[in-house]
């Protein structure tokens, strides 16, 4: 069977053509598949990633070809799964977000070194997930697929929905019948079918599985389930834009949100295939993951030094981290304790907290996700466990516009006033 | 006066360096005055606007020196009243927003020509504001203030609490005691004082204008009322980015929309600078002024060949249009007709269906200032007054985040089904 595997590597599914990607290789056993719609390995049900054949030759070159490309995501499509010529088909452009240097934050949580915030809020639809299903999307064009599809609760319905608008491809979404109406209205706009599911999101996770199985779902391009090996590498482009904003450089520390680990995963990917290329320096760097404590198996099993996640209910506001289940919980384990990290959780207050922090100190509104990863950081601080000297980028993965709920009950009006000067005099607030 | 004025016009205010502002020059009489905090002319009443000496010598030089700037309006400092090392100073980066080429919208509206929305969602806090607040922060930074103030039902007061957050002014925002929650928390997630006024929106101008009187106002920069000749500034940017998008070239047809007016006239502006600067080349360009209908009255003007504008009572779903007695109608009048455009305006069912439109096609969901702009484009090619053969941009200057309740009615799952096969295929969506 192995070699059965390793044979066909070497003749990938006919015009497929997805400019570096050579295979797809099993990151338990290593077998390697010719690119396809596949995402487990047939020998051990190792998940599947992408192998690439990278550039090889002068990185000063290939630094300029990059420095010279558009602002988006696309600028690194040569270290990319997609074709050359990504950037002049109709897709969102996601990426090459704000590297915004935060004095104000630094200062409040004392840290003393250069602290950056990766805000990627400002992409297309407002979460990192234009990332990875821009790049899903350009699988899905290789395969032949006509109907782009999800499960989701939140961010991806909308990335989903809004590239499939703009690059031509039919959507359907599938998402829990009971979600709020904000989030329906914003999964549902882009003009996709959405389909609601009566049951819980474990439910709709096992439908989209059984139709994927089905010749019902012929056709169809699930981002996160059989077109994940090529969506989770978008999630490099964040180790990338990190690296060239801070002038071809690695940080010394990164703090990362972990829903199922993906993300951290291809962080690391990203950094070291930039450490491989000579695109910048070797140096030694410390990953942490932030989890929230209503959804910590992670943080969790770090802490207890075990090398599996045990699952748990999650129960947090964080909703969009909030995979009781993290399919990369062990390798998310494995890269904090490899470069000298951690894993950290905070609870939902100080969740809320952070995000009114990060907002009053620099500007940036963030989803709760960004509330975890700054209020992270903050515990690692007062722990020892993040050095305040050294280096350190946090990332901001979504927008507070899309999670009002968490901060409203605590953000209001300073005071109300009648419209006269005396009114507002006694208000105190001149 | 006037000559006192002209004189007192060569001694700007001390410590005073907003680039290569010059002074305030009436748009009415043409009066001189030293930049200030200062918005109507002594003499006529008439608004203050910023007067430049621009940068003379080689176009090719100048195009070169803005392209190797940052990706922000600040590329075009040297056109701004910010001082050089604008781009070193706290502040939240605004501009440089994708210019997307919408071939799905063009084919479904009968464009022919290239046409191109202008996506200001993509700004900071997701509004065009945050170009006009960045300029009025350097003003405010130049004339020693140390609080920002204004008075909004919306994206101002955002872009303005996140602005002064970053660059270290302490914000005070005011608006009517009634505001929809969602639209509160926005504005008082960046921890300046939010003040709420039990009265209309009128009466939050009103008592504005009382306070910038009055001691207790000292020190405050509105961005909106003392500020705002430096404010709306900040919207040129926009023309200047679009020709520079398309490669230094102007388009034959703008469509923008219309609340108080400024937005347009200062589009214009900026073009015409373009041109005399030789940064574009000189051709003819027409500018449309977009309306929701129940907030119409420059439309209506323009219409009926009247001069003036008569006020209205707004009562529109574009909240961010709704200015009932638009201060700079009559300019916009005189623009849309000097080069040959026109002011048209289209229902909230009509906005509602464009917002969906853009977003079906493009992947783009816009505020209902968006759906005004597109369903006005649609409107103005059916009635023949547009081109559809010439290259023409359209402005999205919010978010549809912010105005989601807009399509929430209309806007849900096309089906909710069990988690079966079976009751998928009986939905009909496969």
Redesign the interface.
């Known amino acids: 069977m192995a070699v059965q595997a390793a044979e066909s590597s070497t003749t990938p599914a006919a015009n497929v053509s997805l400019g570096p990607a050579a295979a797809l290789s099993c990151r338990e056993c290593g077998e390697r598949f010719p690119l396809g719609p596949i995402f487990a390995c047939s020998s051990c049900f190792g998940p599947l990633e992408v192998a690439y054949d990278l550039p090889s030759g002068d990185p000063e070159e290939l630094r300029r070809r990059i420095e010279a490309g558009p602002?988006s995501i696309w600028r690194y499509a040569p270290l990319l799964p997609v074709p050359a010529d990504v950037a002049d088909r109709?897709n969102?452009?996601p990426g090459?977000t704000?590297l915004v240097k935060a004095?104000?934050l630094a200062r409040e949580l004392g840290i003393t070194g250069a602290l950056h915030v990766k805000d990627d809020s400002?992409n297309?639809?407002?979460s990192f997930k234009d990332r990875v299903v821009a790049i899903a999307v350009e699988a899905a064009r290789a395969f032949g697929f006509t109907t782009l599809s999800c499960s989701s609760t939140g961010n991806l319905a909308?990335a989903v929905?809004?590239?499939?608008?703009?690059a031509?491809f039919r959507s359907?979404v599938f998402?829990p019948?009971d979600l709020e109406?904000?989030k329906?209205?914003?999964a549902?706009?882009?003009?996709?079918?959405?389909?609601?599911?009566?049951?819980t999101y474990d439910?709709?996770n096992?439908?989209c599985s059984?139709?994927i199985g089905?010749p019902?779902?012929e056709g169809w391009g699930f981002v996160n389930v059989n077109l994940r090996p090529y969506y989770g590498e978008g999630s490099k482009t964040l180790a990338y834009e990190i690296c060239e904003q801070l002038g071809w450089e690695v940080p010394d520390q990164i703090v990362i949100p972990i829903a199922s680990g993906s993300q951290l995963t291809k962080i690391d990917k990203g950094l070291k295939e930039l450490i491989r290329l000579g695109l910048v320096a070797d140096k030694p760097y410390k990953i942490f993951g932030a989890q929230a404590e209503g959804c910590s198996p992670v943080s969790r099993a770090f802490k207890d030094g075990h090398d599996v996640v045990r699952p748990v209910k999650p129960d947090t506001i964080a909703k969009s981290l909030a995979i009781g289940n993290p399919a990369d919980g062990p390798y998310v384990l494995d890269i904090a304790r490899r470069t000298g990290g951690a894993v950290e959780d905070v609870t939902d207050e100080q969740i809320v907290d952070a995000?009114?922090l990060l907002?009053?100190?620099?500007?940036?509104?963030a989803e709760t996700a960004g509330g975890v990863t700054v209020g992270v950081t903050k515990k690692l601080i007062e722990t020892g466990q993040l050095d305040p000297a050294l280096t350190t980028v946090v990332l901001n993965t979504g927008?507070?516009?899309?999670t009002?709920d968490a901060?409203?009950p605590t953000?209001?009006?300073?005071?109300?006033?009648?419209?006269?000067?005396d009114s507002?005099?006694e208000?105190g607030?001149?």
Do not use: Q, W
Request: net charge neutral.
């Open positions: 602002a109709p969102l452009n090459f704000k004095d104000n400002g297309p639809t407002h909308g929905g809004a590239a499939a608008a703009r031509g359907c998402i019948h109406a904000g329906v209205v914003m549902a706009v882009y003009g996709g079918d959405l389909v609601g599911i009566e049951g439910d709709v096992r439908f059984e139709l089905d019902l779902g995000i009114k907002a009053r100190t620099e500007g940036i509104f927008d507070g516009l899309k009002l901060v409203a953000t209001g009006p300073s005071a109300t006033i009648r419209p006269t000067l507002f005099r208000a607030l001149a």
